[in-house]
């Protein structure tokens, strides 16, 4: 049997019954418009939803994943045909107060399922002009912006330049230090995910497209063209979990990861912004000219570029003995905690230096914890990201194992 795939909508949308089989044979042939979802239920209870391309008294014809599909009318027990977006559109908008923000989002999102972002952004900037801080609306329409951008870069793809920009360096305070773009800061997004607390995500429908049809013939794609349109019609989370199963590194930079997973978070609050940044990433320390080859970006913002650049510094760089700062096994045990420690509570202590200070009381701190905390949730094994990065300094990264599971 099949996987059931069913269109579905966050909003109340009518389906428009197919034609009947005593309608006058000039209007038994239709044409119908682009992208309307056709949903055909079997005799035997298979339900079967695709794009709608033919539709006649013998027969409908429908593409699913991109493959063109005919199922006779005699084995047809039910067929709905969806009228267009626009019209839908419209008329679920006629219904919807102006003022009613919590339904105009709705619809924003319903519009964004079926990807018209455009129409999305019209709603939502209509949301922020009567509420200016309205969450929901703000976040939604970042990501509505951003999908507006990658359709509009896959229908005028950009010429290679012959000497291409190199990575841009900026930093609040410290200019001319090299940052993570925000391509890496994405990419890491992807592989510090974890699959029982998602972040929010969104993953274009042609790059799943493309992953069906390079993975062809493995045992997690299926074979029926009903079954591999299932997949597209998939939240995101699910999909992003045949990614990870499929170890198709190759698609995760088209991941768009639109807000900081679990562990990210740990460090953004409870580390760079608590302590790393006003204590390490300081002028007098590790952010300044005397810094050593531990060197840290330092700003008074909290952007991403910034404190995912100094975290990927902090795991990559190593001691002059070689030993890393970060300890997954024992995260509590880790070097860059013990050495803020004062130096009578550990056996690590941080080099002697005029003006150094200990960030932590004692490994009850709990700071110290939190820290902690954060090393504990990060993925296990570390994941090589792939990142074309120079740091300020060298770091005398060492050979590590290179996570196999992603």
């Not at 997690?220 to 597209?232: E, G, H, K």
Request: aromatic content about 6%; glycine content about 4%.
């Amino acid at each position: 049997m099949c996987r059931v795939l069913v269109a579905s909508a966050s909003i109340a949308v009518g389906l428009t019954p197919a034609p009947t089989h005593a309608q006058d044979s000039a209007s038994r042939t239709n044409q119908p418009e682009e992208g309307r979802t056709a949903t055909i239920i079997l005799h035997d209870g298979q339900v079967i939803t695709g794009t709608l391309v033919e539709e006649s008294d013998e027969a409908v014809t429908l593409t699913i994943n991109g493959i063109r599909t005919t199922i006779e009318t005699r084995k047809i027990r039910e067929s709905y045909i969806q009228p267009p977006i626009e019209e839908r559109y419209k008329a679920t908008r006629a219904s919807i107060d102006d003022d009613d923000a919590e339904s105009l989002i709705q619809l924003a999102k319903w519009l964004m399922d079926k990807g018209r972002y455009d129409l999305a952004l019209i709603e939502l900037d209509g949301v922020l002009e009567h509420e200016p801080f309205n969450d929901a609306a703000r976040s939604l329409r970042v990501i509505a912006e951003q999908n507006i951008k990658l359709q509009e870069n896959r229908l005028e793809p950009r010429e290679p330049e012959e000497d291409e920009p190199e990575r841009e360096a900026r930093a609040d305070d410290t200019p001319n230090f090299p940052l993570l773009t925000a391509d890496d800061v994405n990419l890491i997004r992807v592989w510090e995910i974890n699959e029982k607390n998602p972040p929010l995500i969104t993953i274009p429908r042609e790059t799943m497209e493309a992953v069906i049809e390079k993975y062809a013939g493995h045992p997690r794609i299926p074979d029926s063209a009903v079954d591999r349109a299932a997949i597209l019609a998939w939240e995101p989370a699910e999909q992003l979990r045949l990614l990870f199963a499929l170890q198709a590194r190759e698609f995760y930079d088209e991941v768009q990861v639109h807000e900081d997973p679990a562990a990210i978070k740990i460090f953004r609050d409870q580390v760079h912004k608590t302590w790393l940044r006003n204590a390490c990433a300081t002028s007098r320390c590790h952010g300044g000219t005397e810094a050593g080859r531990l060197q840290l970006a330092r700003s008074t913002s909290n952007t991403p570029e910034v404190y995912y650049t100094n975290m990927y510094i902090l795991e990559h760089y190593r001691t002059d003995e070689g030993f890393p700062l970060l300890d997954f096994q024992n995260p509590s045990d880790s070097l860059l905690l013990q050495m803020c420690l004062p130096r009578r509570e550990t056996d690590t202590p941080h080099p002697s230096v005029r003006g150094w200070r200990p960030v932590f009381r004692s490994a009850d701190d709990r700071n110290y914890r939190r820290a902690a905390e954060w090393i504990d949730a990060l993925w296990t094994p570390r994941p090589d990201y792939e990142i074309d990065y120079d740091p300020p300094s060298a770091m005398e990264p060492a050979d590590r194992e290179v996570d196999g599971s992603r």
